[in-house]
């Protein structure tokens, strides 16, 4: 089991950047593949991007491709999205999260363990 708790999150203007981290601890965090998914109010969790146990691969949500990058440093246990040119569309609680699954995809079910997640707001 990992254990996932996501920081960075905060209150922004439009144009701005945050780094989002999300610390894992427990099992061997290069055994899982991870990801980023947010939650607007009133709107169900999306996906926002994934990323491969060593991190040679990532995948980008159309809405966030070229503005969001997800990476990730196994000798820390933590995961990572930085965030730039952010819009006030971005305003969600993201979440990190961990799947056991060789591959990754943008499916929320996919995944096993999740954090409890950081508010991101951004102001126009």
């Known amino acids: 089991q990992v254990r996932l708790v996501e920081s960075g999150g905060g209150l922004v203007q439009a144009g701005a950047s945050l780094r989002l981290s999300c610390a894992a601890s427990?099992?061997?965090?290069?055994?899982?593949?991870a990801g980023w998914f947010r939650q607007a109010p009133g709107k169900e969790r999306e996906f926002v991007s994934t990323?491969?146990?060593?991190?040679?691969?990532?995948y980008h949500a159309d809405s966030v491709k070229g503005r969001f990058t997800i990476s990730r440093d196994n000798a820390k246990n933590t995961l990572y999205l930085q965030m730039n040119s952010l819009k006030p569309e971005d305003t969600a609680v993201y979440y990190c999260?961990?799947?056991?699954?060789?591959?990754?995809?943008?499916?929320?079910?996919?995944?096993?363990?999740w954090g409890q997640g950081t508010q991101v707001t951004v102001s126009s």
């Open positions: 999260a961990a799947t056991r699954s060789a591959t990754v995809d943008g499916r929320a079910s996919r995944y096993d363990y």
């Open positions: 427990g099992r061997t965090f290069s055994s899982y593949a």
């Open positions: 990323i491969t146990r060593s991190g040679g691969t990532t």
